[in-house]
């Protein structure tokens, strides 16, 4: 996987966060800690489509039906003995 040179600013306080980081052990320098911000975000943004696709499906699957909270649980129990 190729990487591609950036030059980002931020402010006193971000970057002293950042550093603080680094200190702690956490990262090694500014482009780990900035790489692993930016999985983070990819992963977070993955969950929300996943959870936002699911509620679409739900939405769109039709008419709800009465569900028996107890007559599921029984089916459960008796699946599993």
Do not use: C
Not at 35 to 50: P, T
């Amino acid at each position: 996987m190729g990487t591609v040179r950036k030059t980002i600013t931020v402010t006193d306080k971000q970057d002293g966060w950042i550093k603080a980081q680094i200190d702690a052990g956490h990262y090694t320098n500014d482009s780990e800690y900035i790489r692993d911000l930016i999985r983070r975000e990819q992963e977070r943004s993955a969950e929300v489509e996943a959870i936002r696709s699911a509620l679409i499906a739900g939405e769109t699957s039709g008419e709800p039906r009465a569900f028996d909270a107890d007559a599921f649980k029984q089916r459960m129990l008796a699946k599993r003995g």
